[in-house]
C-alpha cells in the first residue's frame, strides 16, 4: 500500500508539484509552503530510503537552517568534524579558521536529514506523497499537467509549475528534453560503510604509494571508508588477500581489509558491514535549468563526484535560491524574470563546485607521478595560513560562489521579541534591509516590492539588502 503524509488523495491541482521528495524536494516544498504556496512533493518510492547516501553537511548549509530556525535540531542529531583530512596528519583543513557560526561540518546520515526536512515541510503546510510515480507531463502557456501513478491508477495533477528534484537520473529533466551529458572518471573507488575500530571519532586519511583512504566517522561507531586504490586489484569472496586472478562477481568485507591493508599498512577489520561498493565518479550537468514552467534543482540538475562531500550541500543551496523566487513569480507575474536569474545563478554556481570536485577527485585518486608529485605540492601548500584558510571556506561553501553571502550579524533590537540576529530576521522568509548604527539606507531598498524589514546593526558599516536565502541583493 503507498504511503500518504498529510494528505489522503491526490490534489487535482496545485501551485506547484515537487517532483522528489529526497532533502532538497523537500526542502525546496518548505521554503514554498513558508510563503503561503499550494504545493506538494511526488515521490515514486513508498517509503523511505534508509541508505545513507551524502553524509556531510558544511557550514553554509548549516547557515541555510539556521535561516529558517532549523539548525539547532540538525546539531542535537549530528556529530560535528572539526576538520577535513587531505591524506597526510599535518595538512588536515581545519574549520576553526571559518568566519561562521557554525566553525564545523556535521555528520547526519541522509536519511535522518530527509525526516528533519519532511517534518519541517509538514509543518509548513506542504503536502507529501509518496508511491506516486509520475509518468508523462505536458507543458502550456498557463501551467504543467503531469501524469501521476499512484496507488494502481493514473491521475492528472495540473500545476502552475513543476520543480524537478528526482536525481541524477531525472524522469521531469528526460520528459522535458533537458540534456545533462554524462563523463565518467577514470578512477576506480571504493566506497565502505561498516563499524571499524578506526581511532578517535574524527575524519582522517592516509596516503601512499598503493593509494588513498578517507575515513569519515558517523560518531555511533560506525564509519565511511572511500578508497582510491592506485592499482584496483581484482577481487575474491573467499579470501583475505588481493589476488591479480580470479575476479568475483562483487567485492566484499575480506577484499575491502586487504586492499585496506595495502594501502595504509596496518589491519582493520570491518564489522556489521551496511555497504560496500566499487564505482567510478561522473559528472552530469542540465543545458538548462529552466524549461519554460519546468525547474530543476539537486542532482536532477548536476551531479559531481562526492570528493568534499558537496553534492546534497549545492542541492540545499539550489531550494534556498529557489523557494523565494518561485513564490515571487506566482504572486506577480512580472517577477518571472527571477526564475531565469535563479537559473543562471545556479548553473554557474554548480560549475564552480564542479571544478573544485574535480580537482580533489584528481587529487586523491590519480595514481601517477604527476599525481603523487601533485599531492606532494598541495600538502606542502595547504600548510600556509591564507591557502588553509581559502580552502576551509570553499570546502564549507562560504567562498566561490557568484552569490555574495552575508555573515550572520547582531541586531539592534528596539524590543525584546524582536529578532537578534540576522538569520533570526530571515526566518519569516522575506528580505532584509540592513542599515548600520548611523548610515544612510541602501538606495535598492526603494525598489524592492517584495515583503522586507529594516533592521539596523552595529556590525556593518554599509548597508545593504539581504535576500531570503542570505545572500546580497
Not at 580470479?246 to 555497504?275: K, M, Y
Not at 540538475?301 to 570528493?307: C, D, L, N, Q, S
Not at 515571487?328 to 554556481?349: G, I, K, S, T, W
Request: one cysteine or more.
Amino acid at each position: 500500500m503507498s504511503r500518504m503524509t498529510g494528505v489522503r488523495s491526490l490534489p487535482d491541482a496545485l501551485q506547484v508539484a515537487v517532483v522528489g521528495g529526497g532533502p532538497v524536494g523537500l526542502y525546496v516544498a518548505g521554503e514554498l509552503a513558508l510563503r503561503g504556496i499550494n504545493c506538494a512533493v511526488f515521490e515514486r518510492d513508498e517509503r523511505a530510503v534508509r541508505a545513507t547516501r551524502a553524509l556531510v553537511l558544511h557550514s553554509r548549509t548549516l547557515e541555510f537552517l539556521d535561516m529558517r530556525g532549523m539548525a539547532d535540531r540538525f546539531l542535537d542529531d549530528g556529530h560535528r568534524y572539526r576538520r577535513y583530512p587531505l591524506g597526510a596528519a599535518r595538512a588536515d583543513v581545519s574549520f576553526s579558521v571559518l568566519d561562521s557560526p557554525f566553525p564545523n561540518a556535521l555528520a547526519l546520515p541522509q536519511h535522518r536529514t530527509t525526516e528533519l526536512l519532511e517534518d519541517h515541510a509538514l509543518k509548513n503546510g506542504a503536502l507529501v506523497a509518496r508511491g506516486a510515480e509520475v509518468t508523462a507531463l505536458r507543458q502550456d502557456f498557463t501551467g504543467v499537467e503531469l501524469s501521476v501513478r499512484h496507488a494502481g491508477r493514473t491521475r492528472r495533477v495540473r500545476a502552475d509549475y513543476i520543480v524537478g528534484c528526482d536525481g541524477a537520473r531525472s524522469t521531469v529533466r528526460r520528459l522535458t528534453g533537458v540534456s545533462a551529458p554524462r563523463t565518467v572518471y577514470p578512477y576506480d573507488v571504493v566506497s565502505i560503510d561498516a563499524r571499524a575500530d578506526a581511532g578517535p571519532p574524527q575524519p582522517w586519511s592516509r596516503c601512499g604509494p598503493d593509494g588513498m583512504v578517507l575515513a569519515l566517522p558517523f560518531g555511533d561507531g560506525r564509519w565511511r571508508l572511500v578508497l582510491y586504490p592506485y592499482v584496483l586489484y581484482p577481487y575474491d569472496l573467499s579470501s583475505r588477500d588481493l589476488h591479480r586472478h580470479g575476479r568475483a562477481a562483487a567485492p566484499g568485507p575480506a577484499w575491502a581489509e586487504a586492499l585496506l591493508r595495502r594501502i595504509t599498512g596496518h589491519d582493520l577489520a570491518l564489522h556489521d558491514v551496511e555497504w560496500l561498493s566499487a564505482y567510478r565518479c561522473e559528472r552530469r550537468h542540465a543545458a538548462a535549468y529552466r524549461h519554460h514552467r519546468v525547474l530543476l534543482a539537486g542532482d536532477a540538475a548536476h551531479v559531481h563526484p562526492p570528493t568534499g562531500g558537496q553534492g546534497l550541500n549545492t542541492g540545499i543551496a539550489d531550494a534556498m535560491s529557489l523557494g523565494w523566487r518561485l513564490a515571487a513569480a506566482l504572486a506577480e507575474p512580472r517577477h518571472d524574470a527571477l526564475l531565469d536569474a535563479y537559473a543562471r545563478e545556479r548553473r554557474c554556481a554548480a560549475a564552480r563546485i564542479m571544478r573544485l570536485t574535480g580537482a580533489m577527485l584528481h587529487f586523491n585518486a590519480l595514481p601517477s607521478a604527476w599525481g603523487h608529485a601533485l599531492r606532494a605540492t598541495v600538502l606542502t601548500a595547504v600548510r600556509l595560513p591564507p591557502v588553509h584558510r581559502y580552502l576551509a571556506a570553499r570546502l564549507a561553501g562560504l567562498r566561490g560562489n557568484p552569490e555574495r553571502r552575508v555573515p550572520d550579524v547582531p541586531l539592534l533590537a528596539p524590543a525584546t521579541p524582536a529578532p537578534h540576529r540576522l538569520f533570526e530576521a530571515l526566518r519569516s522568509g522575506g528580505h532584509v534591509h540592513l542599515t548600520p548604527e548611523c548610515g544612510t539606507p541602501d538606495p535598492r531598498a526603494a525598489d524592492v516590492t517584495l515583503p522586507m524589514t529594516t533592521l539596523r546593526t552595529a556590525a556593518r558599516r554599509r548597508p545593504c539588502v539581504v535576500r531570503p536565502d542570505g545572500h546580497m541583493l
